[in-house]
């Protein structure tokens, strides 16, 4: 992977403003330390910083191609998992290759297509190219949304990156928050609304959308949707495609000339990769590493919950046991837990997942010392109806985020002004109502699969959204490529128009993924109860976050009180609330926790508060 950045202006010379640009491509350093590259003209600049995965010498950006009397420039961060098919057929319409990497075949894929290019791709990825005849920015973003691309247009610019903090580096643009930008921190963060770039004027372009921008301003279009469309196949059938788009896309993103590894958690999505992947290792000759995390004192500490049925130690050992892999134990403790809040957000660019971030962040630092690239099981449980909202009927029904029923509990820390001025649950629900007006559905479907479209499309869009988020920020900032299987388009496009019986086999949960990964896992583990991501139950870390909100509380002058109220945050400091920030893992902890990361964030970055 890579970071990508630039800008274009139809009224300043670019060529003046160079040292402002090449800032941009500083800060992106942690997402490609290997390589960079820049190109300049008049109108543009694009920056490059290049994470080495494939064809080392031959894959170097920018890339520039003349093409029918016309010269292009590539800026790429992703990857291509049909590579090989694209080239073959570009080669047929008579273009030529001196790489075997991707990149090439995505700049040649856009000679001969144009924007109709993205139709082509199966892979993760966020590019622009520049036309330098008809002075024209194209740009595009997976189907998914797993690679990041942000965008802000000012009086003179418009600006472009992989990530917000490199928008600022140049210069041109100031951090200003207004009321929408609380609204999306205070009611829907750590989730934010696709497109959305929370600072004022700073937009991300949404998964599945490209863009033309010229003289004329910006043309954003949409290219890919989930559809729904009438169902045929049988159970069995549809058993035995889930099995071959799961293994497929397991098998197409294990293609690196660099060391690729897998998390293991002992979980169903995890251990279905690290089986397909440990299968293709052993098939070569070789050894497949896995990764698993867990944290100090973290089984003294342990207590079932209704989320949390069990703990993952002793079926990450089932898994060792079952396949022919190294596994890594990473544990890690709670003061370095608590000490990453504040790098995650440095990550993110914005508040996140409190110590579910931080984890994840440490945990990639030491998959790092190991190798390059990794996969990991992100998002089955979004297309595959996993969580417990698409499963227990009264949540199901509720009107409302199913992650985030939390909405009067968030006002209440709110400035009483603000809290006015907000109008909480209106803002919320609309979001909520317009994203499942949005849901694509057959005519005559009964209430039950009716819903579930709503479901599937409500978390493709926001839940899954957070995760790919956290997932790119946190493994980017240590120069970790992550990759996720479970993205795969066309898994999601089939599964998308599967019927929930299908999908809740035997009344379990990702039933159907079970039944289609049959001899490919230790029962144990194919019938374990779902466990979510692991996160600390040492008693230590609350104590540690109350400590650090504590230090908020005593700053008199601290950024986090024109927004929040003292006296809430008091309140928090001494409650054990039973109502979830975010989702199943953001409990009375985690909620301290993310504040003491928005105060972080507010003295990070110094924004003007327009409210």
């Not at 929370?198 to 290219?223: K, N």
């Not at 650090?548 to 008199?556: A, I």
């Amino acid at each position: 992977m890579c970071g990508i950045a630039g800008a274009v202006s139809y009224i300043c010379n670019i060529q003046d403003e160079k040292n402002a640009f090449l800032r941009m491509q500083k800060v992106l350093t942690p997402r490609g330390p290997d390589q960079d590259g820049a190109y300049f003209d008049d109108n543009c600049a694009l920056l490059h910083t290049r994470l080495v995965v494939l064809d080392r010498e031959n894959g170097r950006q920018p890339m520039t191609q003349t093409y029918n009397e016309n010269t292009y420039t590539l800026i790429y961060n992703g990857e291509l998992y049909n590579t090989a098919e694209l080239r073959g057929e570009l080669q047929s319409a008579g273009h030529t290759f001196r790489s075997h990497g991707d990149t090439e075949v995505v700049l040649k894929a856009f000679l001969e297509w144009k924007e109709h290019c993205v139709e082509h791709f199966n892979g993760i990825f966020a590019f622009v190219v520049w036309d330098e005849q008809n002075r024209r920015l194209f740009l595009a973003r997976d189907r998914i949304g797993v690679k990041p691309l942000f965008y802000a247009r000012t009086d003179t610019h418009f600006l472009f990156a992989s990530e917000i903090k490199a928008l600022f580096a140049s210069g041109k643009l100031s951090a200003r928050l207004d009321l929408n930008s609380v609204a999306e921190v205070m009611l829907l963060g750590p989730g934010r609304t696709p497109g959305c770039g929370v600072f004022q004027d700073v937009c991300e372009l949404p998964p599945a959308h490209c863009a033309y921008l010229d003289r004329d301003g910006l043309h954003v279009s949409r290219y890919w949707a989930l559809c729904d469309r009438p169902f045929t196949d049988t159970f069995e059938q549809t058993v035995e495609k889930v099995r071959y788009l799961v293994t497929d896309a397991v098998q197409r993103q294990l293609v690196s000339d660099v060391p690729v590894c897998t998390f293991l958690s002992g979980g169903l999505d995890s251990s279905i990769i690290s089986s397909v992947a440990d299968r293709e290792f052993t098939a070569r000759g070789e050894q497949l590493h896995t990764f698993t995390v867990t944290y100090k004192d973290n089984d003294l500490y342990f207590k079932k919950s209704k989320f949390q049925p069990n703990s993952d130690s002793q079926f990450v050992g089932l898994m060792n046991d079952y396949l022919h892999a190294q596994n890594h134990l990473i544990t890690l403790d709670t003061e370095d837990l608590v000490a990453a809040l504040y790098l995650a957000v440095d990550a993110r660019d914005l508040p996140g997942m409190a110590d579910v971030d931080s984890s994840l962040l440490l945990f990639c630092k030491e998959i790092k010392k190991y190798g390059t690239v990794a996969l990991s099981g992100e998002c089955a449980d979004e297309i595959f109806g996993g969580y417990p909202w698409y499963r227990d009927e009264t949540i199901r029904l509720r009107e409302g985020f199913p992650w985030a029923q939390s909405t009067s509990y968030r006002k209440s820390f709110l400035q009483d002004d603000l809290a006015r001025k907000l109008h909480a649950e209106e803002f919320v629900y609309q979001k909520y109502a317009d994203t499942v007006a949005a849901a694509d559905k057959c005519a005559g479907l009964s209430a039950t699969e009716a819903r579930m479209k709503e479901m599937m499309k409500l978390n493709l869009d926001w839940f899954m959204q957070t995760l790919l988020d956290r997932k790119d920020r946190m493994s980017m900032y240590n120069a970790l490529e992550v990759r996720v299987p479970f993205c795969d388009y066309r898994i999601a496009e089939y599964l998308y128009t599967v019927p929930w019986e299908f999908k809740d086999y035997k009344h379990y949960e990702k039933g159907l993924l079970r039944e289609a990964v049959k001899g490919l896992l230790p029962e144990e583990i194919l019938w374990r109860k779902k466990s979510p991501y692991p996160k600390t139950h040492n008693p230590a870390y609350l104590a540690a976050v109350r400590r650090e909100l504590q230090k908020v509380l005593d700053n008199t002058r601290a950024p986090l009180f024109q927004i929040v109220k003292k006296s809430a945050l008091q309140d928090l400091m001494t409650q054990d609330v039973q109502q979830p920030w975010y989702g199943q893992l953001m409990t009375t902890p985690q909620t301290i926790a993310y504040f003491v990361q928005v105060n972080y964030w507010l003295e990070k970055y110094r924004p003007e508060i327009w409210i």
